[in-house]
C-alpha cells in the first residue's frame, strides 16, 4: 500500500476510534431520570396499578412528588402529583386557613430514580372540627363539593349540608371556590364548596408551594350555587 493512503487510513481508524470512545463516555454520563408518574384528584390516580414510570428530558434532575389536602366541616379530599420536577432536592410542609377551611401541602423533591414515594398522598391528618354528629345545626346550608368533580359541582347539582360551629368557631358563611395544585409540569384542579366562618369574603386567596386555595363567602342558605363573577362588594361597607 501506498505509505501516504496507509497514513490516511491508520489516521481515520484513529479519529474513529476517539469518536465511538467519546459517544461511549457522553451516553454513559447522560443517562435519563426515571420518576413515578400519576395524578391524583380526589380519587385513586395514584394508586400502585395507575402510577407509570417516565424517563425526564435531557437536563432534569429531580423527581418530586406534591399533595395538597383540603378539609371542610364536612369532610376532606386530596389533590395530588408525581412526576419529573425542576430545582433542588428538599422538602416543604405548610398548613394553611381560609375562614376555616383547612389546608396542608406537602412537597418532596429527590435526585435518585424512582425516589418520589416518600409521601402519603390519601390520608391527613388536620385536626378535624370533630364529629359532625354531635353538634347542632345553626339554621344555615350550604351547597357541599368535598372531592367531587367540576361537572358534580355544577350549580345547584351538589348536596345540601347543614351548618355547625365547632371548636369555639362559627360557622353560617357559605364559600364557593378551588382548589388548584401544580408539580411537574401538571396543573391539578377541583372545585370547594361548604360550610364557612365568613359571610362576606370576595376573591380571598391562601397559597402554599404550587398550591392555591381560593374562592368567595356569602350569607343566606344556599346562596353558594356560583359565586365565580360576585363583585368586590360587602355589606358591611
Not at 423527581?63 to 430545582?87: D, K, L, M, N, Y
Not at 410542609?93 to 424512582?114: E, K, N, Y
Not at 391528618?125 to 368533580?149: D, H, I, R, T
Not at 355544577?154 to 388548584?180: E, H, I, L
Amino acid at each position: 500500500m501506498d505509505p501516504a493512503r496507509k497514513a490516511g487510513s491508520q489516521a481515520v481508524i484513529r479519529t474513529t476510534g476517539w469518536l465511538v470512545l467519546l459517544m461511549l463516555l457522553l451516553g454513559g454520563g447522560a443517562q435519563a431520570l426515571e420518576c413515578y408518574s400519576c395524578v391524583q384528584k380526589a380519587d385513586d390516580g395514584c394508586s400502585p396499578q395507575k402510577t407509570k414510570t417516565v424517563k425526564c428530558a435531557p437536563g432534569v434532575n429531580v423527581c418530586t412528588e406534591a399533595v395538597g389536602a383540603v378539609e371542610t366541616i364536612h369532610g376532606q379530599f386530596s389533590v395530588a402529583v408525581r412526576g419529573c420536577g425542576s430545582g433542588l432536592p428538599g422538602k416543604n410542609d405548610r398548613g394553611l386557613d381560609l375562614h376555616g377551611l383547612l389546608a396542608f401541602i406537602q412537597l418532596q423533591q429527590c435526585s435518585q430514580d424512582r425516589c418520589n414515594t416518600k409521601l402519603n398522598l390519601t390520608s391527613r391528618a388536620l385536626n378535624p372540627a370533630g364529629n359532625e354528629s354531635a353538634y347542632q345545626p345553626n339554621g344555615a346550608e350550604c351547597y357541599s363539593c368535598v372531592g367531587l368533580s367540576r361537572e358534580a359541582c355544577q350549580g345547584t347539582a351538589p348536596p345540601v349540608v347543614s351548618c355547625y360551629n365547632a371548636s369555639d368557631r362559627v360557622y353560617k358563611g357559605c364559600f364557593d371556590g378551588n382548589v388548584t395544585l401544580t408539580a411537574a409540569n401538571v396543573t391539578v384542579s377541583l372545585p370547594v364548596r361548604g360550610c364557612v366562618q365568613d359571610e362576606f369574603c370576595t376573591r380571598d386567596v391562601v397559597t402554599g408551594p404550587g398550591f392555591t386555595l381560593s374562592g368567595s363567602c356569602c350569607q343566606g342558605s344556599r346562596c353558594n350555587s356560583d359565586l365565580h363573577n360576585k363583585p368586590f362588594f360587602s355589606p358591611r361597607i
